[in-house]
């Protein structure tokens, strides 16, 4: 069982930068691949990010460029680096674990919401 909180999450103008941050329980944390999703109101949930065990990486293609995805094993931490932020950024963005490089896991977390406006 693995159990996710993210945090980070606020308010920033256009063009600018936040770092969100979830903080995983879990001592084989390090072998799960891991992601981030978003959901903007009246929108399904979909992929921002996700990064193996073994650093390979998939963004979706509105945020290449933009958005950074990283871990710290030994911190059980995976953290959403999003720069040059854009008003359709804002959304509540979730933490995911497991699945794989092309695969959705089964745990999430409760969400951080990301508002991007002037």
């Known amino acids: 069982q693995v159990q996710l909180v993210e945090s980070g999450g606020g308010l920033v103008q256009p063009g600018g930068s936040l770092r969100l941050s979830c903080a995983a329980s879990?001592?084989?944390?390090?072998?799960?691949?891991v992601g981030w999703y978003r959901q903007a109101p009246g929108n399904q949930r979909e992929l921002v990010a996700r990064?193996?065990?073994?650093?390979?990486?998939n963004y979706a293609d509105s945020v290449k460029g933009r958005f950074t995805i990283s871990r710290d094993n030994a911190k059980n931490t995976v953290y959403l680096q999003m720069n040059s932020l854009k008003p359709e950024d804002t959304a509540v963005y979730y933490c995911?674990?497991?699945?794989?490089?092309?695969?959705?896991?089964?745990?999430w977390g409760q969400g951080t919401q990301v508002t991007v406006s002037s």
């Open positions: 990064l193996t065990s073994g650093g390979s990486t």
């Open positions: 995911n674990a497991g699945g794989n490089l092309y695969v959705t896991g089964r745990y």
């Open positions: 879990g001592s084989i944390f390090g072998t799960y691949a």
